[in-house]
Structure formats: structure tokens, C-alpha cells
């Protein structure tokens, strides 16, 4: 059940779920539930926890808000991803608020954060960025130029991991 009492909030409420306030890399063994075979013996603890809280809220009333973001440190490690050193987080936190009943049925706020860490899967395996499972998607930035019409800077023309030789 969408949140709102009118179409328009509703539409409100469902473009909200689309802030970047957790715009920073995640390693793909932390990120996803089922991270793959590239990295043996890990599950995913922050798509786990996204699957999880999906889960819970099938039950009952499914309206919640939920918020994420880092949890910046100026300790945090840094990394060349090939236009330059970019420093990222190692640790997140969540926020999901929903709406219980007590016993006596009356409705009540609810809040629950937690913060997750990404530091055991980077210290064991590094950060990396590749296509993975997507790869059959991977295309030159050229064939994006030319079919779209974007006009990409000399710097992101030249770091192209899949430019045309």
C-alpha cells in the first residue's frame, strides 16, 4: 500500500526513494545479499539487511521510511579508480521508521537505526569496481556518444576500461 491519501502524494512519496544520500562505493560482497563466487564465504551484509527489512515489512502495514548514508571519517581509506585519488567510506548507517500498533491497536512511531560496515570484505579482498554479471552490457563510451547524443569529457574518454582499440 503506497503512502498518501491522494495520487499526487503518493507520487510524492514514491519519488523521495530516489536521493542519493548514500552515493558513495560499496564493495560489491558487502552490498549485494548474494555476492557470488568471486568472493567465497561471504554473504552480503547490507543486501542482506535490505532483503531482511523488505521481508519484515510483508507483514501487516508495509509503509516505513528508510534512510541511509555514510558515515564519513577522515580516516577513511582512499583509492585511485582511475581519475583520480577518491577517498570512500568504510562504514554506513540506516534509519527505518514505521508505524506499530500496541496492544490497545493504537498506532505509534517506531525508529530503527543500525550501522553496518564494510571493512571486513575491503580489508580481504580491496576495493574494486568491475562489471562483473553485467559485462555483456559493457559498451565503449564512444557507442554511447553516438547513439545518445552525450558528449563525454577527454578525462572519462581516456579512463574508458572497454574504449575500442
Same mark, same amino acid.
Given at each position: ?9 503518493? $507520487? ?133 556518444? $553516438? ?19
Amino acid at each position: 500500500m503506497p503512502w498518501g491519501d491522494t495520487a499526487t502524494e503518493i $507520487e510524492f512519496a514514491n519519488s523521495d526513494t530516489f536521493h542519493f544520500s548514500n552515493c558513495t562505493p560499496q564493495h560489491a560482497a558487502f552490498n549485494r545479499s548474494q555476492p557470488g563466487k568471486q568472493w567465497p564465504g561471504v554473504q552480503g551484509l547490507w543486501g542482506g539487511f535490505e532483503n531482511h527489512i523488505q521481508r519484515d515489512l510483508q507483514t501487516g502495514d508495509t509503509r516505513a521510511c528508510i534512510i541511509a548514508g555514510p558515515i564519513l571519517d577522515a580516516n577513511d581509506p582512499s583509492e585511485d579508480f582511475g581519475t583520480g585519488v577518491v577517498q570512500y567510506a568504510l562504514v554506513f548507517w540506516k534509519v527505518v521508521a514505521v508505524s506499530a500498533r500496541d496492544t490497545n491497536g493504537r498506532r505509534s512511531l517506531r525508529t530503527y537505526g543500525f550501522r553496518l560496515s564494510q571493512k571486513d570484505v575491503v580489508d580481504r579482498f580491496g576495493v574494486d569496481f568491475a562489471p562483473g554479471e553485467n559485462a555483456r552490457y559493457q559498451v565503449a563510451l564512444s557507442a554511447i556518444s $553516438e547513439e545518445a547524443g552525450v558528449v563525454f569529457d577527454d578525462v572519462l574518454l581516456r579512463a574508458d576500461t572497454h574504449a575500442e582499440a
